[in-house]
Structure formats: structure tokens, C-alpha cells
């Protein structure tokens, strides 16, 4: 390459570079655009070298796992994510769940609060986070498709949460749970 042909090739690059200019100057967007795009790799940037921990999400320690046990509506209530321990537990189609894990869902502030310490059967049978009740509730009413529904809420908890018990309905007694128990009754009930 012979200098002609250098000079000819500077001059294209800088003439580039020069269009390049005129044409992100030339208006504000591009110049807004071109400080946000800054701003965003700045950030990545930066987040990847502060090694601090305050953009990381504070997870608790796992509390440890529930005795076994049969519960009231009364009882369950509260296991609503506000106690010191923090533990959420909730009822679906008669079992208890301890959802706990899944604080971030459950518990206070969560999409699915409305399920701590309460039986959630018919909200989800009914597709509606407002349908806990307050009281015992038999389900009676909901129809095959609805029960259906609940069932499969139920064995997709069980997959992923402990089950701590029985809902009790009222006046019935709860079953005696040994330690070494995976949640069957006892062999003297």
C-alpha cells in the first residue's frame, strides 16, 4: 500500500466517523438515546464489579421442618407469615401445607397472602385470590371441573411444599403423628 492509498483510507475512516457524529448530534432523541445506552453499560459494568451484596435478594435462612400436625381454622390463622418465626402455612382440599419456601408468594405482600393461614381450596378452585373464607368450608358447592381444579392446586403444592397435616373440620379430633412420622397416623389410632 502506497501513501495515496493510506491517505485515502484515513480519510474514508474520519469521513465515517464524521457522519457517524453529525448524524447522533443532529438530533435530541439520538442524543438521549445515546446517554441512556451509557447509563445501561455503565451499570452492568458496575454491577458486575461491586461485590457488596446490596443488590443481591436477602434470602432467610430455612426455618426448620414443622412437627406433624392436625390443625383448626383458628390454629391455622396464625401461620400467616407475621409471627416472629415467620413460618406461612396454608390449607388446601383438608391438607396443610408449609409454604414457607415460597414466602415471597405467601407471605405479607406476596400475590397469594390472602392464602396465608387460611384454606385457599375455594380461591383456587374459583380462580379468585378474595374467595378465602374466614370459616370452615366444606366445598360442596363447587362443581366437578372446580374440584378438579383443587385437586390438582393440591398434588402441585405437594410436589413442592412439606405437608404438616389435616385441616380439622370442627368438633373433629386431631390424629396423634410420631416423630419419625411421614405424616401417616399412628399405628395406635
Known amino acids: 500500500m502506497d501513501a495515496d492509498q493510506a491517505a485515502s483510507v484515513v480519510e ?11 448524524e447522533i448530534t443532529s438530533s435530541t432523541l439520538n442524543i438521549a438515546l445515546l446517554v441512556a445506552i451509557l447509563i445501561l453499560v455503565y451499570k452492568i459494568f458496575k454491577g458486575r464489579s461491586d461485590d457488596d451484596g446490596d443488590t443481591a435478594v436477602k434470602v432467610d435462612p430455612p426455618l426448620p421442618k414443622m412437627k406433624k400436625q392436625d390443625m ?3 390454629e391455622l390463622r396464625k401461620y400467616d407469615g407475621t409471627q416472629a418465626d415467620g413460618r406461612v402455612l396454608c390449607a388446601i382440599n383438608g391438607r396443610i401445607f408449609d409454604v414457607t419456601k415460597g414466602k415471597r408468594f405467601y ?10 393461614g387460611h384454606d385457599a ?5 374459583m380462580f379468585q385470590t378474595d374467595m378465602v373464607k374466614d370459616e370452615w368450608d366444606d366445598l360442596s ?9 383443587v385437586r390438582e392446586w393440591d398434588a402441585q403444592l405437594a410436589e413442592k411444599y412439606d405437608v404438616i397435616g389435616r385441616l380439622l373440620k370442627p368438633g373433629e379430633e386431631p390424629s ?9 397416623k399412628s399405628k395406635d389410632d
Open 141 to 149: 358447592d363447587l362443581d366437578s371441573s372446580q374440584m378438579e381444579s
Open 176 to 184: 396423634n403423628y410420631s416423630d419419625d412420622e411421614d405424616g401417616e
Open 72 to 74: 383448626t381454622l383458628e
Open 121 to 125: 381450596s375455594r380461591a383456587l378452585a
Open 107 to 116: 407471605g405479607p405482600g406476596g400475590p397469594y397472602a390472602s392464602f396465608a
Open 12 to 22: 474514508e475512516g474520519s469521513s465515517i466517523l464524521g457522519d457517524l457524529y453529525t
